[in-house]
């Protein structure tokens, strides 16, 4: 069972950094934006699979911060992409 | 008892493995940054709900099982938002070009 | 080959080729991005290395916070960004910092490789003492009673670094809002997200912080999950930086290193030492010392990728 949920944690990150391979490159900031949300997600998946193949409980406090950390900093690129305006973007000084 | 659970618990990773697949292949494949936003969001989400399917029986008690589960709605709550957004984002920006 | 070498194989893999990717892409915003997809996949490999407490610290402070502080300098530096990657050094200055590079690199690998077997530890001792001190959790028995003092100066000079990012403000703008205003469609999904994330993250914050004392966690990864929820609400223009002459947010600030000094200096009437603990409240002291942390942290941190003063606050 170790080595099946080992294998599966492998396969996720494999199928992560597949996705990141095209992501990164991905012509345009909008194929960059995903790119937290899906490391965020597979890593989430591969930190559980970890945990519970290894038995360290406290890999799921990891998995839980990564959830928070990844959706906040997909919020902060969509804030920060060097683009034009729409109603959740502009920024105002006085 | 615990082979059922083994089994029911390779099962459902098997089949959270292959939505994982079946996202990096939309990832890949899909001609649109729109397009793969929807493979990314929507496969992932359902690959980590199997996942966490999956580990529940293993997860050592009540507690932990609600954790784990806790974990998959936050990341649900957090790509439906995030989907919203960036497909705005890539709407804009094929817009500007 | 083993499973889990094959594992930590193709992790090192993802780590370098996305390490060498933020390196080498042109645009800011796209190296941004793979800087903090980097962070995320190197907090797996602290997971590996069985370092739960750096990995919480990576994914919190390492990838998130560094990214959006990342992403404000990009944007403040977008006017000269053309100009910065016209400009390409001369041939000699780039071998020359290759070199230095591979020389580092080298120096690096050597220190590592040649450490003595088996290497010097102070690992038994420190856990036949950690029982004294209350706390399970054995680094964060280092952090706050073996090597207290190092902690408390770390969380002053977190202060003065906020002094220094307020002192960037115009005479004219001082003790005003610090970053512009966000405004966000108050219907829309982002506002959403701001009003119904926070308080999970909040209670995950202080879940983290509490689980230090015994499995890893603590009052760092804790404030800075707390501090990234601040910043959620903000960006979505659900809630407004205060203006950072308010007397209230002062408090806060101050707050973590004020307790932190007064448990210290109370060590040498209990204890007999600046920062001792006597041994029956050593973990009641140390929970008093961590809740004025988690606070300054969060709000150090929020106040520093804020930025400096840039609205003023006077009508």
């Known amino acids: ?94 | 008892m615990s082979l059922v659970l083994d089994v029911f618990s390779i099962a459902a990773i098997c089949a959270g493995a292959f939505f994982f697949l079946a996202g990096t292949a939309g990832l890949l494949r899909f001609p649109d940054a729109l397009t793969r936003l929807h493979a990314l969001t929507k496969a992932d989400n359902l690959g980590l709900g199997l996942v966490v399917l999956g580990l529940l029986p293993r997860a050592g008690g009540v507690l932990p099982a609600l954790k784990l589960i806790a974990i998959w709605l936050l990341v649900l709550l957090a790509s439906a938002i995030v989907s919203q957004l960036i497909g705005r984002a890539a709407r804009r920006e094929s817009r500007l070009q | 080959m083993s499973w889990t070498l094959a594992l930590e194989a193709g992790l090192a893999a993802l780590v370098l080729g996305v390490a060498v990717w933020t390196l080498s892409v042109r645009q800011t915003f796209a190296a941004v991005v793979a800087f903090v997809v980097y962070g995320l996949a190197l907090t797996l490999v602290w997971v590996r290395l069985s370092a739960l407490d750096v990995a919480l610290t990576e994914a919190a402070i390492g990838s998130g916070l560094t990214g959006v502080l990342l992403l404000g300098a990009a944007a403040r530096l977008r006017a000269t960004e053309a100009d910065a990657v016209a400009e390409r050094p001369g041939a000699g200055v780039r071998a020359a910092a290759a070199a230095l590079a591979a020389l580092v690199a080298l120096a690096l690998a050597a220190a590592v490789l040649y450490l003595p077997e088996p290497a010097h530890t102070l690992a038994p001792a420190a856990m036949a003492e950690l029982p004294a001190t209350g706390m399970r959790n054995a680094v964060t028995g280092v952090l706050m009673a073996y090597r207290a003092a190092d902690t408390l100066l770390e969380k002053v000079v977190v202060l003065i670094s906020l002094i220094g990012v307020w002192s960037l403000a115009q005479d004219k703008l001082w003790g005003g809002r610090p970053g512009l205003l966000h405004h966000a469609d108050p219907d829309g999904a982002l506002a959403f997200l701001a009003r119904r994330l926070p308080p999970v993250g909040i209670v995950a914050g202080i879940y983290i912080a509490w689980l230090g004392a015994d499995q890893p966690g603590g009052a760092f990864p804790g404030g800075t999950i707390i501090a990234a929820m601040w910043l959620l609400a903000m960006m979505a223009g659900v809630t407004d930086a205060p203006p950072i002459s308010r007397r209230w947010l002062r408090l806060v600030l101050v707050a973590g290193p004020a307790v932190f000094l007064a448990v210290g200096f109370s060590g040498f009437f209990t204890a007999g030492a600046f920062l001792a603990y006597p041994v029956a409240y050593a973990k009641a002291l140390i929970v008093v010392i961590e809740v004025g942390m988690v606070l300054t942290i969060a709000a150090t941190l929020g106040l520093l990728m804020a930025g400096p003063p840039e609205r003023s606050d006077k009508p």
């Open chain 1, 1 to 94: 069972m170790t080595g099946f949920l080992l294998a599966a944690a492998g396969f996720v990150l494999a199928m992560v950094a597949l996705g990141l391979v095209r992501i990164l490159r991905g012509p345009g900031n909008a194929d960059r934006l995903m790119a937290a949300q899906l490391m965020g997600t597979g890593g989430i998946a591969t930190l559980l699979l970890l945990g519970a193949a290894t038995d360290v409980p406290a890999t799921r406090d990891a998995a839980l911060t990564l959830a928070l950390l990844a959706i906040f900093a997909t919020v902060a690129f969509v804030k920060g992409i060097p683009a034009a305006d729409d109603p959740d973007r502009t920024q105002e000084s006085e």
